[in-house]
């Protein structure tokens, strides 16, 4: 157990419709990593926020946001959903903010849209 | 479980046997790389990292070695083990905040 939580663990929805998945980090890690995991583009990098503030930025879709609230934990929201967006979500946590910091991630969220 | 599910390429080894898993990197500005295992149903687990000023890096039972001259990466597990069996990624980072991982390997241990 990583000591990183992600909700729901399983999520089936149409084409069109609009989720949100949920990360609490480790106690004590300040920073968050999304990253999306699909069958054809592998393990891709997000987005990341430290501390409430976002950080860094990767292959996120414009119908995809995310934040961090006050009490560190995250939510990614997905919308206008595509077929294509099936895929597992990871959520990772981090002490600091740089990438030698070790990131543990969480279960993941299985993402179905049918 | 939750497995990858790719058509991921796949190293079958007897147990005990030392496992070598390998990895080509494609940006000779990497500085920093990690390999990941992912058991069925996990999230990926953090397993040894290397930074580009060394070559060789010691774990327990894993060694990382990195060629930069032909940008390569090779995972070697040393006396395999059942619970060795995952898909395993590798990672790089080009000083910033983001991780770039591989396509993985798939690792079978035979008992």
């Known amino acids: 157990d990583s000591g990183v939580t992600q909700t729901p663990k399983h999520l089936i929805t149409a084409t069109g419709q609009r989720v949100t998945l949920r990360c609490s980090p480790r106690?004590?890690?300040?920073?968050v990593y999304w990253y999306q995991q699909s069958l054809d583009q592998g393990l891709q990098f997000l987005i990341q926020?430290?501390?409430?503030?976002?950080?860094a930025k990767g292959n996120i879709l414009e119908r995809f946001s995310a934040q961090q609230f006050p009490d560190l934990h995250s939510e990614l929201n997905l919308s206008s959903l595509e077929l294509g967006d099936s895929a597992l979500y990871f959520c990772?946590?981090?002490?600091?903010?740089?990438?030698?910091?070790?990131?543990?991630f969480g279960p993941g969220t299985r993402l179905t849209v049918l | 479980g939750e497995s990858v599910g790719l058509h991921l390429p796949t190293l079958s080894v007897q147990e005990g046997d030392n496992s070598i898993i390998n990895c080509a990197y494609s940006?000779?500005?990497?500085?920093?790389f990690i390999w990941y295992k992912q058991e069925s149903g996990k999230g990926p687990q953090f397993i040894i990292d290397?930074?580009?000023?060394?070559d060789k890096r010691q774990g327990q039972r894993v060694t990382v070695l990195l060629n930069k001259t032909v940008k390569h990466l090779s995972l070697q597990i040393a006396a395999t083990q059942p619970g060795d069996s995952a898909v395993y990624f590798c990672?790089?980072?080009?000083?910033?905040?983001?991780?770039?991982f591989g396509g993985g390997t798939r690792l079978m241990v035979k008992p």
């Open positions: 940006n000779s500005a990497s500085d920093y």
């Open positions: 290397i930074r580009s000023n060394m």
């Open positions: 106690s004590g890690d300040l920073s």
């Open positions: 990772a946590s981090s002490v600091g903010l740089g990438i030698f910091n070790e990131q543990f």
């Open positions: 990672a790089e980072s080009n000083a910033g905040n983001m991780l770039t």
């Open positions: 926020y430290y501390n409430g503030e976002e950080r």
